[in-house]
């Protein structure tokens, strides 16, 4: 039912009110569409962010409703805007060194330790499984470069996955303005980065760290396309936005993915199920693959 409040149109039936009409239905339909393509599950309670999200790409699109928009998405004539549809409701928060024990957990459980190993011709790999705008695995790779500078000379590779297109384009851009760069300390950032010629409030990550990072695109409730063992992986505040099943699956999938003695670091208000047993804790929200150590 709709009727008229000072001119403008509103649906008795909408969950939101706004210019679209809404339904329960409506939410319902991408709920499950988000939930299939990446496991995020969306709480009743995410219908405004989404309307909010999404009204966007309406007027973009030049739709009148929801409706019409979850008939394009459903079909297989919508694969591009699903793709777009995805991107617009991934949240995508980050920051140089957030939650700084794991940076200091990384440099002197796993990178110093490994240093007369890395010397003698081993090889290291680290993950970083959400990486966003690509801070997180930046700091992974200062954090090398504090404890061994010439990293590049050796076998160490860092890779940087998340499932946002857009953000990973930004992540190799690594332009990042003054605000962002304030927890880099600042002997790092004058030694590893520089101004942004066209920007002078801007910073550019430098090409000694860049080489040591590779970008690709990956959905952690899809195919995984990459060669391990990890020494360490970063998969943090992603797994919250998944219901349980699908946490234990993919901490289960990250397991035998490790070293022996290797680390997953997650997020402060995320467990590892204690059915993944070959995880146990290491210190906050750490764990290590528990196993015999490498020779």
């Avoid at 001119?7 to 991408?30: A, C, H, K, P, Q």
């Avoid at 988000?34 to 999200?53: C, F, H, M, N, P």
């Avoid at 880099?184 to 760290?209: C, F, K, L, N, T």
Wanted: charged share 25%.
């Amino acid at each position: 039912m709709n009727v008229t409040v000072l001119g403008r149109r509103v649906d008795s039936d909408s969950l939101v009110e706004g210019e679209y009409s809404f339904t329960r239905e409506d939410f319902r339909t991408i709920a499950a569409l988000i939930y299939e393509q990446s496991g995020i599950a969306l709480a009743d309670t995410k219908a405004s962010l989404v309307y909010s999200r999404l009204a966007k790409r309406l007027r973009k699109l030049g739709l009148p409703a929801f409706s019409d928009y979850c008939a394009l998405v459903a079909s297989p004539e919508g694969a591009a805007e699903r793709s777009a549809m995805l991107n617009s409701l991934t949240t995508n928060v980050t920051r140089f060194y957030r939650e700084p024990h794991h940076f200091v957990h990384l440099r002197d459980e796993v990178l110093r330790p490994a240093i007369p190993f890395l010397k003698s011709g081993g090889r290291m790999r680290l993950w970083s499984a959400a990486c966003s705008s690509g801070q997180e695995p930046y700091s992974m790779a200062l954090t090398l470069l504090s404890v061994l500078p010439d990293a590049q000379r050796f076998d160490i590779k860092i890779l940087a996955t998340d499932i946002d297109s857009r953000i990973l384009d930004q992540a190799r851009d690594a332009v990042y303005p003054d605000d962002l760069v304030a927890p880099i300390p600042a002997a790092q950032r004058d030694r590893w980065m520089h101004r942004d010629p066209s920007d002078r409030y801007a910073w550019i990550m430098g090409e000694e760290v860049r080489s040591l990072v590779t970008f690709k695109e990956l959905n952690l409730i899809g195919d995984w396309p990459v060669r391990g063992p990890f020494d360490a992986i970063f998969c943090r505040n992603v797994m919250i936005y998944f219901d349980d099943p699908t946490q234990e699956r993919i901490c289960a999938r990250f397991a035998p993915l490790l070293a022996p003695d290797g680390r997953l670091y997650i997020g402060h208000s995320e467990r590892v199920s204690a059915k993944v047993s070959s995880l146990v804790s290491d210190g906050l929200t750490v764990y290590r693959r528990e196993e015999a150590s490498r020779s």
